[in-house]
């Protein structure tokens, strides 16, 4: 495919508009950059029903359009943006898509969420996915404004950081143009890579990687096509009703702290994973606390795209005069990552090494792990650069560098901890901290044990956002420390809800707003859709969705092996906290019980019966 | 930390984090008991001191949805009638544990 060349797709006549489903345009765009074609594909019945969207849908899209046997980088690999049926809606935290691939980091399926208007205006195309095939010759925009799809050059973009990329380009195209971009980490393929927009990250499991494999460096969305709703009426008030509650009491701690409220109430539970998953707590933590940060620093807070929560804290750096340029977005899982997993409890080296992951473009969880483990490695003289120590600063500053210029240890860290542990032997597999290759977020597996069931079965790895487990450990319904089968079955019920939020799609900081979030989730979708979903439809399209994606990943090459947790966190208990402990006999009960519940087998295996109970036989 | 009676007893150690901090002001206080004390029983003193607490945490006996405690690090709670010991360590947070 040469630059500037033209793609054709429908013209709007061609669309069966008096048959249009409220909600939804009824069609995805695929675009085939080797090919150089754009096709508007209409869906088939009941797949938007069965799916959704976002989340869900996307994981449709992976069998439709791709193929799991594919590696990640193979030009015949798929990567979907997947909006969903309340995308432009006034409910509040819409504005939200769905990146969904298959992850070059754990050769599994990938669904990783951003929230921005880029939802809205890629909606407003007239798609309710866009799904990207083939690899452009040489670097390449895409540009979709409504029908008319082209590439463009990227030019003088390659190598640029995200921000760079994205000022840029609306200045080429305009400012009603809403650009997703990979920074220099998704062009060298490090295999967290992210996609960026307006600051935020589809962050986990390297599709930023997937997009710089097909030569991809943006894209760019305009559109005036909007969808219909089936009750406008309805929906506004419902709307106006769950605005005002957003701003209540139950989501006070993300207008007030954000996320980063964990930090020290994580630090005194012993649950916040420091020098790489060895202990539960860090000294002199409290100089990462957002109660500290906004003593010393300037401090603001904003909102994504359609939403009244408003969770963003964003902190300067030292000496930086513009916040609204240059300041930091700081969540808990990025002080946790690049702070105490590493070793560190100073804030200027946190901040700076968040700044560097947003520019780079990769995901802070999966950096934050793989320094923290290779600093390990070099610690215990496995590996050689003994520059790179817990604690020291500088060191993750410079091998976050080295991440994003492919330098030296830089091409080996930007593998990940799984395929660095290979590398490096010795057995330092059994520390690497990640599951099915996706390193582990900030709550530590052997103190939480429900959480540390979700970790392991999650089919996109160790993930908190597919499983909301943690919500069970901080409950009175098990003991935290003791997980068993009643853990199993509330794991699931969590996982559920995050598959239904993530497929409306919703943010799930709205969870603790709903009464009774199915009888809600109807409300809305019906007043979208015009359909007559039930509480009971939509706990089995939850279902569907999670084995939907189970037997994408038997597909990929699935074991019963990977649901399981590092050898570290099996039988050895936390060096500061002795009660938090985890055999390998009861993680593999608890597994047991979890894909019981769901109507696995023992093992995990999907029988025929359940697939074709979920109408997902023909997938 | 704030000493809220001078008493002989072992005083209720009741740590505040997160928004339950911000609106209380302070991260730690002392609570003297002299005997078995019921949670709901804490919960109410807390609010009396911190009336701040009130809208946002605490309703009378009962902490809001969405707030849990914990017991010593240990296990977590919102029963009002959970049996509170001198020389118990109580932590208030909310409970959505989100990162």
Not at chain 1, 25 to 48: C, K, N
Not at chain 1, 104 to 132: C, E, M, W, Y
């Amino acid at each position: 495919m040469s630059p500037n060349d033209h793609f054709f797709g429908q013209s709007p006549d061609q669309r069966r508009i008096q048959d249009q489903q409220p909600g939804y345009h009824g069609r995805y765009l695929r675009v085939d950059l080797t090919r150089g074609t754009a096709d508007s594909i209409d869906w088939e019945t009941g797949v938007l029903r069965n799916f959704l969207g976002g989340s869900g849908l996307g994981t449709y899209l992976m069998f439709r359009e791709g193929t799991p046997e594919c590696d990640a980088f193979d030009p015949e690999s798929s990567l979907a943006f997947v909006f969903s049926p309340l995308v432009g809606s006034p409910l509040t935290t819409s504005a939200k898509f769905a990146v969904v691939s298959k992850s070059p980091l754990t050769d599994r399926i990938n669904d990783s969420l951003a929230s921005s208007a880029f939802a809205i205006s890629g909606k407003q195309t007239g798609h309710d996915a866009i799904v990207i095939r083939g690899r452009a010759q040489e670097p390449t925009v895409l540009v979709i404004d409504n029908e008319n799809v082209h590439c463009e050059p990227a030019g003088e973009l390659s190598g640029l950081p995200c921000r760079s990329v994205q000022r840029q380009l609306k200045q080429r195209l305009g400012n009603d143009w809403q650009i997703a971009v990979i920074g220099p980490a998704g062009e060298r393929l490090v295999r967290y890579a992210t996609i960026s927009h307006d600051g935020r990250h589809a962050g986990r499991g390297g599709s930023g990687a997937v997009m710089g494999s097909k030569n991809l460096k943006a894209i760019a969305v305009r559109g005036s096509t909007k969808v219909t709703w089936s009750d406008q009426d309805g929906l506004i008030q419902l709307s106006k009703d769950l605005a005002a509650r957003s701003l209540g009491p139950a989501t006070a701690k993300y207008r007030e702290l954000g996320t980063s409220e964990n930090l020290l109430l994580f630090n005194r539970l012993k649950i916040m994973p420091t020098h790489n998953f060895q202990q539960g707590s860090l000294a002199g933590v409290e100089q990462l606390a957002p109660e500290t940060l906004r003593q010393s620093r300037k401090h603001t807070r904003t909102s994504c795209a359609a939403c009244t929560i408003g969770c963003e804290h964003i902190y300067a750096l030292n000496g930086d005069p513009d916040i609204s340029e240059f300041g930091v977005r700081v969540e808990y899982e990025n002080l946790f990552a690049l702070g105490p997993l590493c070793g560190i409890n100073d804030s200027e080296v946190v901040l700076k090494a968040s700044a560097k992951c947003d520019q780079l473009g990769i995901d802070t969880i999966s950096a934050g792990g793989t320094i923290a483990f290779g600093m390990e490695c070099a610690q215990r003289g496995l590996w050689n650069p003994t520059w790179l120590r817990f604690g020291d600063g500088q060191a993750l500053l410079q091998a976050l560098d080295m991440i994003g210029n492919g330098d030296g240890v830089g091409k080996l860290l930007a593998e990940g901890s799984r395929r660095l542990a290979d590398h490096i032997g010795q057995n330092s597999i059994e520390f690497a901290p990640q599951v099915k290759g996706l390193e582990i977020p900030g709550y530590e597996p052997r103190a939480m044990q429900t959480m540390a069931l979700g970790f392991a079965v999650g089919t996109r790895g160790a993930d908190h956002n597919r499983s909301g487990a943690y919500e069970v450990d901080f409950s009175e319904q098990v003991n935290r420390r003791a997980g068993n089968a009643n853990a199993s079955a509330l794991a699931v019920k969590t996982e559920d809800q995050a598959a239904l939020m993530d497929s409306l799609i919703l943010c799930k900081f709205l969870r603790g707003v709903f009464q009774d979030f199915h009888d809600e989730a109807v409300t809305m979708i019906n007043l979208v859709t015009g359909w007559d979903i039930t509480p009971t439809e939509l706990q089995q399209t939850a279902q569907r969705i999670v084995t939907a994606k189970k037997l994408f990943n038997i597909r990929s090459g699935w074991q019963p092996d990977e649901d399981c947790l590092p050898a570290r966190m099996m039988e050895n208990a936390l060096s500061d906290d002795p009660v938090a402990r985890l055999s390998k006999e009861q993680l593999s009960q608890m597994i047991v019980h979890y894909n019981r519940t769901r109507g696995w087998t023992d093992d995990g295996w999907l029988p025929h019966e359940i697939l074709k109970e979920l109408d997902l036989s023909e997938l | 930390m704030i000493l809220l009676d001078d008493c002989q007893v072992k005083p209720v150690i009741i740590e505040l984090f997160g928004i339950v901090r911000q609106r209380a002001g302070v991260s730690q206080i002392e609570i003297p008991v002299e005997q078995t004390k019921q949670l709901g029983d804490l919960l109410e003193e807390l609010v009396q001191r911190y009336p701040g607490l009130h809208d946002a945490c605490i309703d009378g006996c009962q902490l809001q949805p969405g707030f849990v405690v914990n017991l010593g690090g240990q296990r977590f709670t919102t029963d009002p009638t959970e049996k509170i010991q001198p020389g118990d360590t109580v932590l208030v947070m909310s409970a959505d544990a989100g990162g």
